[in-house]
């Protein structure tokens, strides 16, 4: 098993910048967080979870949402087993409960259910 857990959210005003971390421990299939696709995930409210970001094993590609590209960066510490959402210029709909989650496979562009999930952390962004 894959546990994940996020920190580094919280409240901040429109324009202002946020670091999500996620820490993974745990293994499955045999593999360890560096064979895995790690993505971030945000819902919204009476909204479903959409896809954020996400970053493949070695952080050599990344994939974004529209609505986050030139603003959010993921990357990764494979020797501390962590994933980073760094978020700038954020905006009033960025507000959301985020979510990390682990990917047992190479495709970064996979944007449904992922394998692991995190509890999440909120982000709350105010005008």
């Known amino acids: 098993q894959v546990q994940l857990v996020e920190s580094g959210g919280g409240l901040v005003q429109a324009g202002g910048s946020l670091r999500l971390s996620c820490a993974a421990s745990g293994r499955a299939s045999g593999r360890t967080f560096s064979n895995y696709v790690m993505g971030w995930f945000r819902q919204a409210p009476g909204k479903e979870r959409d896809f954020v970001a996400s970053?493949?094993?070695?952080?050599?590609?990344?994939y974004y949402a529209d609505s986050v590209k030139g603003r959010f960066t993921v990357s990764r510490d494979n020797a501390k087993n962590t994933v980073y959402l760094q978020m700038n210029s954020l905006k009033p709909e960025d507000t959301a409960v985020y979510y990390c989650?682990?990917?047992?496979?190479?495709?970064?562009?996979?944007?449904?259910?992922?394998?692991?999930w995190g509890q999440g952390t909120q982000v709350t962004v105010s005008s």
């Open positions: 970053i493949s094993w070695n952080g050599g590609h990344s």
């Open positions: 989650a682990a990917l047992i496979s190479s495709n970064i562009y996979y944007i449904g259910e992922y394998d692991y």
